[in-house]
């Protein structure tokens, strides 16, 4: 079945297991110093936590026929603007060349964070004018947290996701894994990028195993909002299809306990 | 910064606020009497905004602590009530950084000791009058990683409580 | 085969790190083609997400109190679909409480990560339906305590799951007092002479 016939249920996960939700805006050139920083400060309001990061390059010349001529210099490269709700949950992050909205856990929905996107991006462009956008995307960062069954039990990720490392049974169980996956998207001009590993889990006695899904469109991005805008809602529908064809029933258990 | 707002040592020490009890000269308080032990908000129980307890760790000393401090009650004169008061005020004076919503434990010397010594700790409980606090006291061999000392002198020997917004 | 061997968190977390590194001393070893391949493997990867990139933290009071808050508020999140949402936002009350510069004394120190770490599985694992008041010690270690009458159970969460307990209880008219350490995955078993549901319950 491929993705564009899967059904298309809006599934509504009691504990969706969502750890961070993002909107990415990349643009094909830097913003300006001075703007980014009106920006950043635009909003102040909406994100009351601000931080702000300098990235310092050392870069060092060293010249082989006489290396006591060698130099280093210090360049400070770029400047990372972050800003967070009070409870951190909410996020806004701006680069030289990209305009990001997070939302971490607990998920409070598409249409809300969608909302919330709409609306900060139109603050952004008031203040930073047109940008040209060279890429857009969507990350959903999913942690699926399997209780480990008392006694001295395996745990097969393919019960719960349909997405995971398989190696020659010669081998014997796995410890730990990662995987990473690259898939074209012809319908929406896109690519899927998806990543799953074991993780450190955040819980006792439980294994937990990470689900990246970062759909996106790179190069033809739309310029306009209507069009960002019907992009990013086709986006929605594909990385959810994606989603529920990574899991399984015992997966959707735990996120409706 | 008392509760009131003061800066501690601005207020002066009220002159004649000793009851003039004559110690031994060790220095020893006697174990009929009681001390208060000052605890900031964060090694306080509250439940349903009140306190309720102290934790065993507003007891411990800090890493830089050679003694547990306290304040003898009835060094100062008075009703039980207003040797309290008198108590807190002047370790408010002594101590500038009282929190509002911080609060007093008061227990029996006996008590203190007796728990002590159960435990194989010879604590002595001297009076150490300090300028702005005459009624100090300091809790001399006092342990540092007896967990459950400190669980019973938060528990069931310092178990009078004043919050500090109690006493304007 | 794709199981999981049953491994001690340790083990696994120590597999999970090393998976996350870069291959080092690759291009000495292996073939320009193959390098080519990894290196394009490389590129694919994935950048961190915006929670995780991190700021400088200043020696400051406030600007430590600051950064302490951020860091499990972040971690709180990462498990907010484990906690009941009304008691999350109890819980960052609480949080801002213990860290009112107007209530601070000096030489404390705020909330210290690896100890709300622990703080914050033990309560999921525990999952108490009375709620516990919370403290913290001067070197920011997370207390908990709940109070019957004169009987208390109280909790301190140190690093690597390691908790010190203290508790005292009337048993049958009898004072009884213990106090000890222990990793917080046996923290039922060892306190269940003290009878540890009672404690998290609401019914009594």
């Not at chain 2, 007796?114 to 300090?130: G, K, Q």
């Not at chain 3, 493997?41 to 430590?64: M, N, V, Y």
């Not at chain 3, 972040?74 to 109890?90: I, N, P, Q, Y």
């Amino acid at each position: 079945m491929s993705l564009a016939e899967a059904a298309v249920t809006e599934q509504k996960y009691s504990r969706p297991p969502i750890t961070e939700a993002v909107f990415e805006v990349r643009f094909e050139s830097s913003i300006e110093p001075g703007l980014s920083e009106k920006v950043f400060r635009q909003f102040a309001s909406a994100y009351p936590q601000e931080e702000t990061l300098h990235n310092l390059g050392v870069h060092v010349n060293v010249n082989p026929a006489n290396v006591q001529a060698s130099h280093a210099q210090v360049q400070r490269d770029h400047v990372v603007y972050r800003r967070s709700s009070n409870d951190r949950s909410q996020l806004m992050l701006l680069v030289p060349n990209a305009f990001v909205v997070s939302q971490l856990a607990p998920y409070p929905g598409w249409e809300t964070f969608f909302g919330r996107f709409q609306n900060d991006w139109e603050r952004f462009k008031k203040v930073a004018g047109y940008q040209r956008i060279g890429r857009i995307g969507v990350r959903y960062l999913n942690r699926i947290d399997i209780p480990i069954p008392a006694g001295d039990v395996t745990i097969d990720p393919k019960d719960y996701l349909n997405i995971y490392v398989k190696t020659p049974e010669a081998l014997g169980q796995q410890v730990a894994y990662a995987g990473q996956v690259l898939h074209a998207l012809p319908e929406l001009h896109g690519n899927l990028l998806l990543n799953t590993a074991i993780v450190p889990s955040p819980l006792f006695d439980h294994i937990s195993i990470m689900l990246d899904l970062d759909v996106h469109r790179e190069g033809g991005a739309p310029q306009l909002d209507k069009d960002i805008f019907a992009l990013l809602t086709q986006i929605r529908t594909i990385k959810d299809d994606v989603f529920e064809h990574c899991i399984t029933d015992a997966a959707r258990s735990l996120f409706n306990r | 910064m008392t509760s009131d707002g003061q800066q501690a040592n601005e207020e002066q020490v009220p002159e004649g606020e000793a009851a003039g009890i004559m110690l031994p000269a060790s220095k020893e308080i006697p174990s009929e009497y009681s001390v208060m032990r000052y605890a900031g908000r964060n090694r306080i129980i509250i439940e349903d905004d009140k306190v309720v307890g102290f934790f065993p760790q507003a007891f411990a000393l800090r890493p830089d602590e050679e003694y547990l401090s306290v304040t003898w009650i009835e060094y100062f004169k008075g009703a039980p009530d207003e040797q309290r008061v008198r108590a807190i005020k002047a370790f408010r004076r002594s101590f500038p950084g009282v929190g509002k919503q911080s609060a007093y434990a008061i227990g029996n010397v006996g008590k203190v000791r007796d728990e002590c010594v159960a435990r194989s700790h010879r604590v002595r409980i001297l009076h150490e009058p300090e300028d702005e606090n005459k009624g100090h006291c300091a809790i001399r061999r006092f342990p540092r990683d007896d967990s459950d000392l400190l669980q019973v002198l938060s528990a069931d020997v310092f178990t009078e409580i004043i919050p500090n917004i109690s006493i304007p | 085969m794709s199981t999981l061997s049953p491994v001690p968190t340790d083990v696994r977390s120590r597999a999970v790190a090393a998976l996350a590194q870069p291959p080092a001393l690759l291009e000495r070893v292996i073939s320009a083609d193959t390098l080519r391949g990894v290196n394009k493997a490389q590129a694919l990867k994935t950048s961190e997400p915006p929670s995780a990139i991190s700021t400088q933290s200043g020696t400051a009071l406030d600007q430590r109190v600051f950064d302490a808050l951020a860091n499990a508020k972040t971690f709180a999140a990462m498990v907010s679909m484990h906690l009941d949402k009304a008691w999350r936002e109890k819980l960052f009350n609480q949080l801002d409480d213990l860290h009112d510069l107007s209530e601070w004394e000096t030489g404390d120190e705020p909330v210290e990560q690896k100890s709300f770490i622990t703080f914050l599985k033990t309560f999921i694992a525990l999952d108490p339906r009375r709620r516990p008041s919370l403290g913290m010690t001067h070197d920011g270690h997370i207390l908990m305590a709940w109070v019957r009458g004169s009987d208390r159970l109280t909790l301190e969460f140190l690093e690597n799951d390691s908790v010190r307990w203290t508790v005292t209880m009337t048993i049958d008219g009898n004072k009884e007092r213990a106090a000890g350490q222990t990793v917080a995955t046996r923290l039922t078993q060892t306190l269940a002479p003290y009878s540890l549901q009672d404690w998290l319950s609401n019914d009594k």
